[in-house]
C-alpha cells in the first residue's frame, strides 16, 4: 500500500510563501489510476480541501484558495508540492496529502501531516 | 457552496452504540464518505460510498445514507474509537470535496 509523507517548514513568516513537498512510496504518482491531492486542518477546525493534482500535472483547485496555490509534480522523485503564497495567521493549520481515485470518490491513504505555523 | 453539518462532540460508554451524523440539503444524492482523525496519526478512510466499510474496519462501524442526513454508526464502542471523524462528499456545483466541520467521539 502507498505510503505519503509531507516535509517541509514549520515556520512561515506572514506575506511570505508557504511550500511543503510530499514523498509517495509504493506507488506511482504517474498513474493514471490517481489523483494526488492536499487537504489541512486549521486549529480546532475542519478539514478543508485545498487542490489536487492529476497525473499529468494538470491541476485544479478549491476555489477560495485559487489565486494563491500552486500544486507542482516531479515525477523522477515521485513527489508532489504545494506553494501557498501570501500566507496570513488564517493559513496556520496541519496540512495533509492524500491519494484520491477522483471524480466524486474519496482520499484512500494520507500522510501524518505537517504543522505549519504562519508567524513573525 | 454545499455545506455538511455534523455534532461537534458525541460521547458513548464503553459497549454502547455511538451515532455520528452528517447533515447536508438532499445529501442522499451524493456519496458519503467517513474519516477517522487521531492526533498525531494520518486520517484514515473508514466508510466509502456511504456504506461500504474499508478493510480492516471492523464490522460493528457501518454507515447509511438517507435524506438529508448520513450516518455513522459505531456499536459496541470501545476506547480505540475515540477521535475525530469527518464526513466528505464531492460537490459538482462548486466543483470541490467538502467536508463536514467533524465531530469529537468520546468515550467515557
Known amino acids: 500500500q502507498p505510503q505519503l509523507q509531507e516535509s517541509g517548514p514549520g515556520l512561515v513568516r506572514p506575506s511570505e510563501t508557504l511550500s511543503l513537498t510530499c514523498t509517495v512510496s509504493?506507488?506511482?504518482?504517474?498513474?493514471?489510476?490517481?489523483?494526488w491531492g492536499w487537504i489541512r486542518q486549521s486549529p480546532g477546525k475542519g478539514l478543508e480541501w485545498i487542490g489536487n493534482?492529476?497525473?499529468?500535472?494538470?491541476?485544479y483547485y478549491n476555489p477560495s484558495l485559487q489565486s494563491r496555490v500552486t500544486i507542482s509534480v516531479d515525477t523522477s522523485k515521485n513527489q508532489f508540492s504545494l506553494e501557498v503564497a501570501s500566507v496570513t495567521a488564517a493559513d496556520t493549520a496541519i496540512y495533509f496529502c492524500a491519494r484520491n481515485c477522483g471524480g466524486d470518490c474519496y482520499f484512500d491513504y494520507w500522510g501524518q501531516g505537517t504543522l505549519v505555523t504562519v508567524s513573525s | 457552496s454545499y455545506v455538511l453539518t455534523q455534532p461537534p462532540s458525541v460521547s458513548a460508554a464503553p459497549g454502547k452504540t455511538a451515532r455520528i451524523t452528517c447533515g447536508g440539503e438532499n445529501i442522499a444524492r451524493k456519496h458519503v464518505h467517513w474519516y477517522q482523525l487521531k492526533p498525531g496519526q494520518a486520517p484514515v478512510l473508514v466508510i466509502s460510498y456511504d456504506s461500504d466499510r474499508r478493510p480492516g474496519i471492523p464490522e460493528r462501524v457501518s454507515g447509511s445514507n438517507s435524506g438529508n442526513t448520513a450516518t455513522l454508526t459505531i456499536s459496541r464502542v470501545e476506547a480505540g474509537d475515540e477521535a475525530d471523524y469527518f464526513c466528505q462528499v464531492w460537490d459538482s456545483g462548486s466543483d470541490r470535496w467538502v467536508f463536514g466541520g467533524g465531530t469529537k467521539l468520546t468515550v467515557l
Open positions: 493534482m492529476f497525473y499529468s500535472g494538470s491541476t
Open positions: 509504493g506507488d506511482s504518482i504517474s498513474s493514471s489510476t490517481y489523483q
